[in-house]
């Protein structure tokens, strides 16, 4: 800074020194220099900065970025467990053991090994079980000691074996407890907090580890159950599904089914969703995933599409203590269509969609106990270990997760807000949907698009020109529950048709022209009945007659 300066020098004043004042930013060193060359660097912000202008764009492109990037590195397919030789048609996790699975194929061969226990951060299998003569149907884990699990098959066996920590022999050939059952029994399921399970075949029986006799039995009609899940939290409710396309709710301390209802198709799988405990997830055979509250059965909370051909097992994702993004929000199947999809609990659309070239009908999938990973069994005799999250960085399977520094934790995490903020641009959602999937799958889907609407446009055409109360709209549920939705539904679209008609309704369902001509009728009988003379009122009868007829047509030229 530079100014002139007067001074006074013997009481005058002199134009004196040109001076120059200096202003020096003063800082202390210890704010920026480090104390050793291993420290990190020490940066100066100014947390009063203006506002950017332009930060939405800025935001907007990295956005962008982050989706493309994410497509780029989703590479899901992790590993792949042979050995079995028949299809894999059911898995369980051990509920207390994140690393142990166990799988079961549908081998009916003598001395084959039908049931393998794996490892899966070192993909080896720890034990083989020779379990049944015939084809073995379902599999259970103890989920309250975790050391016995449970098996049924097609030789009328209930067999309880030996699930040791660690797993010691490479095979295990006597059962811990056999028991020959009257039927053959399709499905077994233990319940929450409990070391009982239920079974089902021809009927569904609860049996105690200890006992070799049921403790109740439910006799539930002439129709094979084939498919039993117990509630994850309350240990006396069960849901399971018969041959002849009903769902049914369980209480086994009552005497009866609390619950029935009746699908078009017949439901292949359920699984409960450990978060909310009234809700469970139907796979169906007609492509789609029923999401159902077991309060109000007549109608899905949501359907789940995506799948081109009879879906054949669900699953959800486990309750985690880290509280994941999937923890309980989530759930794989598995169809015949040749791919695994896994669906967000409130989205009717998938979130992924996994296939390979050789992977045939997938029978059985599962997630993995820390929600990291999802595995498939299929009709080729192998088990696929996938990712939860296709782009999720990993290490090798035998350490699933890979510690990151902090910065590259924040990185990942701001990219991740910045998808979920703008998740709903239009090329950003086009980007992040996209799915290559096979030609088959392909063309079945465009072809049951061009089905669906087909099915919409002819229903739309019949809701408009159906009488009232003639239409019955619902495509899942049969019976009384069906009448009532006829009745609510047909009604009001019944009063919107004649309301745009310019009919009005009056009580008891009569119609305003109905009510005219019937008055008109008796008004007239009621002249011929009183008259004294029958052709001196005739003339005025007739001109009667005439005039109503002109207002009525006046009144509905129109239509």
């Not at 704010?31 to 990190?40: G, M, P, Q």
């Not at 029935?260 to 809700?279: D, Q």
């Amino acid at each position: 800074m530079i100014n002139l300066r007067i001074t006074k020098m013997n009481h005058t004043y002199i134009k004196g020194i040109l001076t120059m004042k200096v202003k020096v930013i003063s800082r202390n060193p210890d704010d920026y220099l480090r104390e050793t060359k291993h420290d990190i660097h020490k940066l100066v912000r100014n947390h009063n900065l203006p506002s950017d202008s332009f930060r939405a764009q800025t935001e907007y492109t990295r956005a962008l970025n982050a989706t493309k990037l994410e497509r780029v590195f989703a590479k899901p397919f992790l590993a792949n467990l042979d050995g079995h030789t028949e299809g894999v048609s059911s898995m369980a996790k051990h509920p207390l053991r994140d690393s142990i699975v166990l799988s079961a194929s549908r081998d009916g061969q003598k001395d084959v090994l039908q049931v393998r226990i794996w490892d899966l951060p070192t993909k080896n299998c720890l034990s083989t079980i020779q379990s049944h003569d015939g084809p073995l149907n379902d599999i259970s884990v103890d989920s309250v000691e975790g050391m016995s699990f449970v098996t049924v098959g097609q030789d009328c066996q209930l067999k309880t074996w030996r699930l040791p920590h660690p797993i010691g022999g490479k095979k295990m050939s006597v059962p811990l407890n056999q028991i020959t059952l009257d039927g053959v029994a399709h499905g077994v399921s233990h319940l929450a907090s409990s070391t009982d399970f239920v079974t089902c075949g021809d009927d569904v029986s609860v049996w105690k580890s200890n006992r070799d006799t049921p403790v109740r039995t439910y006799k539930l009609g002439v129709n094979t159950i084939h498919c039993i899940k117990g509630n994850p939290i309350e240990e006396a409710i069960v849901v399971g599904a018969t041959m002849d396309r009903s769902i049914w709710i369980l209480d086994t301390r009552a005497q009866a089914p609390l619950r029935k209802v009746t699908m078009k198709l017949r439901p292949n799988a359920i699984s409960w969703n450990p978060m909310i405990i009234n809700e469970f997830v139907v796979a169906n055979d007609d492509y789609n995933l029923y999401t159902f509250d077991l309060r109000h059965l007549s109608h899905p909370k949501n359907v789940h599409v995506g799948h081109t051909n009879a879906v054949m097992d669900v699953d959800f994702a486990p309750t985690v203590a880290s509280l994941s993004l999937m923890s309980g929000k989530e759930f794989v199947s598995g169809s015949y269509d040749r791919t695994l999809r896994i669906f967000p609990n409130d989205n009717g659309h998938s979130r992924e969609v996994y296939h390979t070239k050789r992977m045939q009908s997938v029978l059985s999938v599962i997630f993995s106990m820390d929600n990291k990973l999802v595995l498939s069994g299929s009709d080729e005799m192998n088990i696929r270990v996938w990712k939860a999250r296709a782009a999720e960085k990993m290490g090798p399977i035998i350490i699933l997760c890979v510690k990151m520094n902090p910065r590259e934790r924040a990185a990942m995490e701001y990219a991740e807000k910045l998808r979920e903020t703008y998740k709903e641009h239009p090329q950003i959602k086009r980007i992040a949907r996209h799915r290559h999937v096979p030609k088959s799958v392909y063309s079945a889907a465009k072809e049951h698009k061009i089905i669906k609407q087909s099915e919409k446009k002819k229903e739309s055409n019949r809701r408009v020109h159906a009488a009232e109360g003639e239409i019955d709209i619902d495509p899942l549920i049969t019976g009384s529950i069906r009448t009532r939705e006829k009745e609510s539904y047909g009604h009001k679209r019944g009063i919107i048709r004649e309301e745009e008609s310019g009919r009005s309704q009056f009580p008891f369902g009569l119609r305003r022209d109905i009510l005219l001509f019937t008055s008109s009728y008796l008004l007239l009988s009621l002249l011929l009945q009183f008259s004294f003379s029958f052709n001196s009122l005739l003339p005025s009868c007739y001109l009667l007659l005439s005039v109503m007829n002109k207002n009525e047509k006046d009144k509905y030229s129109y239509g």
